[in-house]
C-alpha cells in the first residue's frame, strides 16, 4: 500500500511529545512490511534547510483568500540512532516562510498557541494534496494525526475525492484529545470551504469551530494509541466533550498500542549508557545508577531506590498532584523516605519554579529543567522506579521503556498505561509495576511507599519483577499489521 503520514511532528525533524516518536517509529514498520510511506511535515525554522532536497517549482495550494505559495524541501528519514535507513522512508517538507518560519511548532513561551495557528494548520492540511500532484504519487492511505493534521481527512471528503483521488481513504489517529483545535469561526473563511461544509463536517462547536470534532466526523477509519484509551475517550469523564461524536463514530474506531522504537530504546545496545545490559546481566544497570546519582548529585548509594521522572510538565501529567506548592505529594514522600527523586522536564512555569525549588530544599530531589534525550536514556536506565501519575495517558512511551530497562513502573490505572503495566501482586507473585485510582496526593504517596517497602522488604519479588517487565515485547511489528488491518478495512469499505 501507499500510505502518506501527515502530521505537525516527526523525530529526527521537529519534536514536543510521544507522537513524533510515533510517526516515525510507524513509518518505519510499515516500510519494513513492504508499504511505500511518505512522510508530510512543515518545515519549521528548526529544521535546517541546507540539509534538504528542494524540489524545482512553487507550489499553490488553494486556501480560502486565494492560492498560499510555498516551496516543497524532500529528504529521508534516517534510521534509528541516525544511522542510514534501509526501508527508505521519504519526508516531504512543507516550506511556507509566513506559517512556519519561526521558532517554535505550535508556539513560544511567551506565546504558547500562534495567532494564526487554525491558518498554519488549514494550510498544511489542504498542502498535502497539491504535494501528492506535484510529486505524481497518490497515495491508498492519507494518515492524519492529531488536530493539526485533521482537516486533510475533511478535504478529502467533501473534496479532493471528486478530484484525482477518489482512491484514497482517510486514517485519522487521535493522540491526546486533551488538544482539539478550537478556535473563532471567523478562521473557518481560510479552509475556502463552503458554510454547508462546515456543518455536515462537523466544525460547529458551540459557537467554535473545532478541528479534530471535524476530522473525527470526517475520517474514513480512526483510532486512538491504546484500547483502554480508546474506552475511556467514550465515557464523560476523559471524552473532552467529543465521546459522544467517537461513540457515534464507535464502528470505524478502535485503539491501537504504540509500540516504542527498539533500536534506540534497548539497554543492550544503548550508547547514552555507561555499559549496556541485559536481564541476564544487570551489572549495567547498577553502574547506570551510580552515574545518574553522580549526574544528579545525589548521594552514590546503591541501597537506596532511585524514583526517575521524564515529562512534559502539564496537568495531563499529574504533576499538580505531585508538585503543587504546599499539598503536592512529593515533599512528604522525599521527606518521610528513604530514596531518591531524579526529575527531568520542561512546561508549566509554575512547576519549573517549584522544582528548582525543591531541589533546594531537599538533599534526595534534584531536577533538571529542560529537555536532554542523553539524560532520558540515562534516567531510565539508572532508576528503579518509574513515575508516571498520569490524569490521562493515551498510550505512554515512557512506561514501556522503563519495563525494556528494568525500572519498575509506578503509575496511575489510566489509559496506555493498563494496557502495558501489570499491578504487583505478593500473594501470586505476578506483576510489572504499581497502580493507584485516584489521582490524589495521598494516593501517589501511599503507591510510592508501597513500591519502597517492597523494595526494602521483598527484594527477590522486586528484582523478579524487573526481569519480568524486561521480557515484555513492545517492538512495532505488531502495532504496525493493526494498523495494515484498519487500513484494508477502509479500503475496502470505502471502494
Ligand atoms: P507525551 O507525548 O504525552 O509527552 P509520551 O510518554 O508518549 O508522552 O512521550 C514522551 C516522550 O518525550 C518520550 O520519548 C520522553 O522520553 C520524551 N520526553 C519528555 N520530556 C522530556 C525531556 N524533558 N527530556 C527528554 N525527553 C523527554
Ligand atoms: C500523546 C499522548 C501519549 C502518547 C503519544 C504518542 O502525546 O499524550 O500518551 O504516547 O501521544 O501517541
Known amino acids: 500500500m501507499k500510505i502518506l503520514m501527515a502530521s505537525s511532528e516527526a523525530v529526527p525533524f521537529a519534536k514536543t511529545g510521544g507522537l513524533a516518536d510515533m510517526v516515525s517509529s510507524l513509518s518505519r514498520a510499515l516500510a519494513a512490511l513492504g508499504h511505500e510511506v511518505c512522510i508530510a511535515l512543515p518545515r519549521y525554522y528548526g529544521i535546517d534547510k541546507s540539509r534538504l532536497k528542494a524540489l524545482e517549482g512553487a507550489m499553490g495550494v488553494p486556501m480560502g483568500g486565494g492560492e498560499e505559495w510555498c516551496a516543497v524541501l524532500e529528504s529521508v528519514l534516517p534510521g534509528p540512532n541516525g544511522k542510514q535507513n534501509k526501508n527508505n522512508v521519504r519526508v516531504f517538507f512543507i516550506d511556507h516562510e509566513k506559517f512556519f518560519g519561526r521558532d517554535g511548532i505550535y508556539g513560544t513561551p511567551s506565546e504558547p498557541d500562534f495567532l494564526d495557528n487554525p491558518r498554519r494548520f488549514t494550510f498544511f492540511s489542504r498542502s498535502i494534496f497539491q504535494l501528492c500532484r506535484k510529486i505524481g504519487w497518490y497515495p491508498d492511505i492519507i494518515h492524519a494525526h492529531d488536530w493539526p493534521a485533521a482537516l486533510s481527512a475533511v478535504y478529502l471528503k ?17 493522540h491526546n484529545l486533551g488538544y482539539q483545535g478550537i478556535y473563532s469561526r471567523d478562521n473557518y473563511y481560510h479552509t475556502g470551504l463552503g ?6 463536517a462537523g466544525f460547529e462547536d458551540g459557537n467554535m469551530m473545532n478541528m479534530l470534532r471535524a476530522g473525527i466526523y470526517s475520517a474514513d477509519t480512526l483510532n486512538t494509541v491504546s484500547p483502554h484509551y480508546a474506552e475511556e475517550t467514550m465515557t464523560g469523564e476523559y471524552g473532552f466533550r467529543l465521546d ?7 464502528s470505524s474506531y478502535r485503539g491501537i498500542l504504540n509500540g516504542i522504537d527498539t533500536d534506540t530504546w534497548n539497554p543492550e545496545k544503548d550508547s547514552f549508557i555507561p555499559c549496556p545490559y541485559s536481564a541476564k546481566n544487570m551489572e549495567g544497570k547498577s553502574k547506570a545508577k551510580k552515574a545518574l546519582q553522580k549526574e544528579f ?3 552514590p548509594n546503591a541501597d537506596v531506590p532511585v524514583i526517575g521522572l521524564i515529562s512534559r510538565l502539564t ?6 498532584e505531585l508538585f503543587g506548592p504546599a499539598y503536592g505529594s512529593a515533599y512528604p514522600i522525599c521527606r518521610d523516605m528513604n530514596i531518591q527523586f531524579a526529575i527531568l522536564g520542561s512546561g508549566e512555569s509554575w512547576c519549573e519554579n517549584e522544582l528548582r525549588s525543591l531541589s533546594m530544599r531537599l538533599p534526595n530531589l534534584k531536577a533538571r529543567i529542560g529537555y536532554d534525550e542523553r539524560l532520558a536514556h540515562l534516567i531510565e536506565a539508572g532508576s528503579d522506579f518509574f513515575l508516571m501519575p498520569s490524569r490521562y495517558e493515551p498510550s505512554g512511551l515512557n512506561q514501556m521503556y522503563s519495563l525494556s530497562y528494568g525500572t519498575i513502573p509506578i503509575v496511575r490505572n489510566t489509559g496506555g498505561l493498563v494496557d502495558t503495566v501489570e499491578n504487583f501482586n505478593e500473594a501470586t507473585g505476578t506483576g510489572t509495576g504499581f497502580m493507584f485510582n485516584d489521582l490524589t496526593p495521598d494516593a501517589i504517596y501511599n503507591t510510592v511507599g508501597w513500591a519502597v517497602w517492597a523494595w526494602y522488604n521483598r527484594r527477590p519479588q ?7 517487565g524486561m521480557k515484555k515485547d513492545f517492538s512495532w511489528e505488531n502495532s504496525a499489521k493493526k494498523y495494515v488491518i484498519m487500513y484494508e478495512e477502509a479500503v475496502s469499505k470505502t471502494q
Open 158 to 174: 467533501f473534496s479532493e475525492r471528486f478530484n484525482n483521488f477518489a482512491k484514497t481513504v482517510s486514517a485519522l489517529t487521535v
Open 244 to 250: 459522544g461524536v467517537l461513540r457515534y463514530r464507535s
Open 462 to 468: 522486586i528484582e523478579e519483577m524487573r526481569k519480568r
Open 195 to 200: 458554510w454547508d461544509v462546515f456543518y455536515r
Open 297 to 299: 548529585g545525589l548521594e
Open 315 to 320: 496537568g495531563q501529567k499529574g504533576v499538580g
